[in-house]
């Protein structure tokens, strides 16, 4: 087929324009992860003490949506090609049949806000369990600090944050059997070239364990990343010899990053991806 000399001229323009935004999309990304699991976690719910019956009907509700493929369509609205579906939290009432979320509404992918509505992986499993178990629900979204400690209080039936299984915790909540496997990983300014030939996480802890005080990596307070910075006997983690900068969630550290203010920023893996695509796409 014979193409016009107009027509060619179009195509070559579009092509041209492509790899323009292909360019500058690479060019001004500002952060990037580490590709190397520094740890090995576990997710579970963390469910209050006194309810027995809750933390059954929980460990059945996992298996049905780990089985039946209901999980893995709600993860792919956040990691595939599929869409989100917000999740509205009624209005606290003692006198209806409610379950109580403790939740950090700022852990992307897993629970955050738009507006007033939640979303996230594991506020549409909220929304689930709620219709499942028959009552309204109700999303209290609190510091992640406090999300443990709520259920622990018994002002809250169960707790839904992204939260790593560890021994300090179970003396707050009995977590159910675990829904996901996560880790944490490194986040670092786009033109570092550091951790190019790592290939281990022993290989990234070496390099960060030649860092000092003048050194500063950011995390979310009161998560696992907070722990393997700072170090923590409860989690096995002998921490390293920087500055630990503690932040109300992942995206206002990485956001310092950017600023200048921090050297590195060490969160789970899945925020990390979720947060700096979300900055780069902006950029």
Known sequence: MKISKKILAVILTACFVCACFAG??????????????????????????????????????????????????????????????????????NTKDQLLVATNAAFEPFEYTQGDKYLGIDMEIAKLLADKLGKELVIQNMDFDSVCLSVG?????????????????????????????????????????EFDTCKTAEDVVN???????????????????QFFVEGDKDWDFEGLPVTCVAYKNGSLAVQDLINGNLNYVIIDSAPAQFITESINNVA
């Open 207 to 225: 390099i960060l364990n030649a860092k000092d005080k003048t050194v500063k990596i950011g995390a979310q307070s009161g998560t696992t990343g």
């Open 153 to 193: 209080l018994h002002k809250s039936d169960i707790a839904m944050a992204g939260l790593t299984i560890n021994e300090k915790r179970k003396e707050s909540v009995n977590f159910s059997d675990s829904y996901y496997a996560a880790s944490q990983k490194l986040v670092v300014a786009n033109d570092n070239t």
């Open 24 to 93: 500058c999309s690479k060019e001004t990304a500002k952060v990037k992860v580490i590709d190397i699991e520094l740890t090995s976690e576990n997710y579970a719910f963390g469910v209050d003490k006194n309810q027995d019956d809750l933390l059954k009907s929980v460990n059945d509700f996992i298996a049905e949506i780990k089985s039946n493929g209901t999980f893995e369509e709600i993860c792919n609205k956040y990691f595939g090609d599929g869409t989100p579906e917000p999740v509205t939290s009624a209005t606290l009432d």
